[in-house]
């Protein structure tokens, strides 16, 4: 933790684990500390990082004015998974909010997460630690695929709790808000803390890319192409095996444990036992990765109900999907 919180204050870029996913952690304040993590993710500039600080004060002192809404949200959701977008302070440099007026402010709660950034003494800005595009990481293990030894430190804090990133609100004045990601805190959470959730943006088209970008139709994805079928249909699932070529290695990700072994299919993977979207959330980005390795020809994966986490697993899943 020492050595990590060492080379984040002197530049260098850290891997480690909060109760989404593991983040790629540098120096907030720092332009060129964020400019090696853009090149090393290959990601775009003009999707903002997320600035994680250890306490809600530490949060909002980056922010140059904070909504009542904002802190009631975060009175009721932090440490935990919601960004906020807010106005940013001049401490922020534009790289971070890849130009923005705005920055995505959260505080994390995995304990290794708030230790490092308390360590660091400074802010941290991390995306998910996965190559631009690619199945986020919710094991240290997942890290080391996607960057084996251009990372020198990855703090390993066993598997993500939550599984799915963090939903990303933008407050829109009084108590209305809107989701530009979700994740995992839910719509009705949102709801029962006081907001009022827009169903839309208030802009369109390339004012709605100012206000949202990185929001990108493609992400997420697996090597191995996936593709979403109706979840629990036989039918279906035939229908989808018989469009494959005959030799093909097919891997099914179902929603829920599925009811007799499907023979035809090379890997079948349950994201969870009961239908529970919490731990599908959490089971996730894993299960995605473990079909991955398999070398399939295709991954089937059914389409979860779009309600509470279930919303943030079709989200991630449909974003898998588009090529
Ligand atoms: O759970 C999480 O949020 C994880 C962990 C590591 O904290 N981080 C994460 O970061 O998912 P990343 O870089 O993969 O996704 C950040 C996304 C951007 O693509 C964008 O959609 C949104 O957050 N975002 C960040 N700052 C924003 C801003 N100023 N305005 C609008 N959207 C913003
Ligand atoms: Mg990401």
Known sequence: MRRAARRLRRGGLVAFPTETVYGLGADATNARAVAKLFALKRRPLFDPLIVHAATPAQAFALCRHVPLLARKLARAFWPGPLTLVLEKGPRIPDLVTAGLPTVGVRVPAHPAARALIRAAGRPIAAPSANRFGRTSPTTARMVRENFGRAIQIVLDGGPSRVGVESTVVLPLGGKRAAVLRPGG???????????????????????????????????????????????????????????????????????????????????????????????????????????????????????????????????????????
Request: net charge positive; hydrophobic share 45%.
């Open 185 to 323: 805190v839910t719509k009705a959470e949102l709801q029962k803390a006081g907001a009022r959730v827009a169903r839309r943006l208030p802009v369109s088209g390339s004012g709605r890319k100012k206000l949202a970008p990185g929001q990108l139709k493609s992400h997420y994805a697996p090597r191995t192409p996936l593709a979403l079928i109706a979840r629990g249909s036989e039918a279906a699932l035939s229908r989808a095996l018989a469009r494959q070529p005959k030799n093909a290695r097919v891997g099914l990700l179902c929603w829920k444990r599925p009811r007799r072994a499907r023979v035809h299919l090379a890997a079948c993977v349950a994201l969870s036992r009961s239908g529970d979207a919490a731990e599908a959330a959490a089971n996730l980005f894993q299960a995605m990765a473990g079909l991955d390795r398999m070398g399939l020809d295709l991954i089937l994966a059914e389409t979860p109900p779009a309600k509470g986490l279930g919303e943030a697993v079709a989200d991630r899943l449909k974003k898998a999907s588009h090529r």
